[in-house]
T-cell receptor, first 114, second 113 residues
Framework: DTAVSQTPKYLVTQMGNDKSIKCEQNLGHDTMYWYKQDSKKFLKIMFSYNNKELIINETVPNRFSPKSPDKAHLNLHINSLELGDSAVYFC?????????????FGSGTRLTVV | GESVGLHLPTLSVQEGDNSIINCAYSNSASDYFIWYKQESGKGPQFIIDIRSNMDKRQGQRVTVLLNKTVKHLSLQIAATQPGDSAVYFCAENWATGRRALTFGSGTRLQVQP
């Protein structure tokens, strides 16, 4: 069983479209995250949720909206996609809110906006 | 601003040699550090962690050293194998404030057969 699974793995779409990325974890963790990895491999936190509650909302455009229907799922919806949104998006989960344990990452979603 | 690590450099080693990957962090409030390995097309994978009350921790073929005086973290890989080829990231957790891991920019390790 995949611990943290993301769908889709690849997403190619045109500018202006709206798309969603889904994430599910079966580890029983309380906290989930979205990270963005740019072309230089830099990983930057976007959002974190703890038990469906938004904890971290970094400087991310309002076009990005996370949704957590339950603590095992954290989806990312992106409106009006722009070329600069092209990146790999990683979902992760951890047992503890305070980040004092390791994260388990999904395999990523490569988003390409054309 | 706060930062972890360096711009993505590449370390090339011969199979069987020992590898040392370095990371500089600037937040003295960080109390927990992790090394991750990312293979092509995959997500980061946990390798080893260390808390700020320690200066050394060993795993299987890997050792992490923490020098809080100079805010330096290193990952040592013994007898490097082709399967070790990947991008390696250090990450830190701030003891106060932000509650998510801050990642460095990574080091690409290339193992030559």
């Amino acid at each position: 069983d995949t611990a943290v699974s993301q769908t889709p793995k690849y997403l190619v779409t045109q500018m202006g479209n709206d798309k969603s990325i889904k994430c599910e974890q079966n580890l029983g963790h309380d906290t989930m995250y979205w990270y963005k990895q740019d072309s230089k491999k830099f990983l930057k936190i976007m959002f974190s949720y703890n038990n469906k509650e938004l904890i971290i909302n970094e400087t991310v455009p309002n076009r990005f909206s996370p949704k957590s229907p339950d603590k095992a799922h954290l989806n990312l919806h992106i409106n009006s996609l722009e070329l600069g949104d092209s990146a790999v998006y990683f979902c992760a989960s951890s047992q503890e809110l305070l980040g004092t344990s390791g994260y388990t990452f999904g395999s990523g979603t490569r988003l390409t906006v054309v | 601003g706060e930062s972890v690590g360096l711009h993505l450099p590449t370390l090339s080693v011969q199979e069987g040699d020992n590898s040392i990957i370095n990371c500089a962090y600037s937040n003295s409030a960080s109390d927990y550090f992790i090394w991750y390995k990312q293979e092509s097309g995959k997500g980061p994978q946990f390798i080893i962690d260390i808390r700020s009350n320690m200066d050394k921790r060993q795993g299987q073929r890997v050792t992490v050293l923490l020098n809080k005086t100079v805010k330096h973290l290193s990952l040592q890989i013994a007898a490097t194998q082709p399967g070790d080829s990947a991008v390696y990231f250090c990450a830190e957790n701030w003891a106060t404030g932000r509650r998510a891991l801050t990642f460095g920019s990574g080091t690409r390790l290339q193992v030559q057969p």
